[in-house]
């Protein structure tokens, strides 16, 4: 592995259904977020982790969860999906207060 | 709140020449400041990172240039080729809150270069 890996590539999920997209990274670096992307929107903070153990709320936190149990690992979930969760989802990393570094993306669509 | 604006939102270009990429953020309070490339469909690639204490970064053929204390930055790309084509995202890391790390971006400029 090198830099930051998402999985899965693309899902289409029904509503109402549980979901949790995976992030790895091996950089180690301590900082760790996940951002959506929607059209005309930006990408916007859903959720980060400062480091392994601890987890913020972000910009768009709602019908989001995160955890950190380890520097290189952090999942997204959505425990109810709906439409308006429809996006494409990065995760990023960092160390510290420097370069940030963005995986693939994860393209979601929830019907 | 930190908000940054990218101008223009689109570009068009013929090959070869030089372009500027425009960004402008609200608060100077900021880390540094990011210029991201997005190919289509893909993720986001860093292109230049820039400290608050620094007015430039050069890579190749690109320049980024930062001026914190009216809010600014441009990113300069000289010789432009169609491989150039793609959507430039401006990020500043924002002083103070919680959340270290934590990048506001601009909506981006969609660059088009033509042979």
């Known amino acids: 592995i090198a830099g930051i890996t998402q999985a899965p590539t693309s899902q289409i999920l029904a509503a109402g259904r549980r979901m949790t997209l995976r992030c790895t990274q091996d950089m180690r670096h301590n900082a760790m977020y996940w951002y959506r992307q929607d059209l005309g929107l930006g990408l916007r903070l859903i959720h980060y982790s400062n480091t392994a153990g601890t987890t913020g709320k972000g910009e768009v936190p709602d019908g989001y969860s995160v955890s950190r149990a380890n520097t290189d690992d952090f999942p997204l979930t959505l425990a109810s999906a709906v439409p308006s969760q429809t996006s494409v989802y990065f995760c990023a990393s960092s160390a510290g207060t420097n370069e940030q570094f963005f995986g693939p993306g994860t393209r979601l669509t929830v019907l | ?108 400029t969609q660059l088009t270069v033509w042979p």
Do not use: H, M
């Open chain 2, 1 to 108: 709140k930190q908000e940054v604006t990218q101008i223009p939102a689109a570009l068009s270009v013929p090959e070869g020449e030089n372009l500027v990429l425009n960004c402008s953020f609200t608060d100077s309070a900021i880390y540094n400041l990011q210029w991201f490339r997005q190919d289509p469909g893909k993720g986001l690639t860093s292109l230049l990172l820039i400290q608050s204490s620094q007015r430039e970064q050069t890579s190749g053929r690109l320049n980024a240039s930062l001026d914190k204390s009216s809010g600014r930055s441009t990113l300069y790309i000289a010789a432009s080729q169609p491989g150039d084509s793609a959507t430039y995202l401006c990020a500043v890391e924002a002083i103070g809150g919680s959340t270290l790390g934590r990048l506001y971006f601009g909506r981006g």
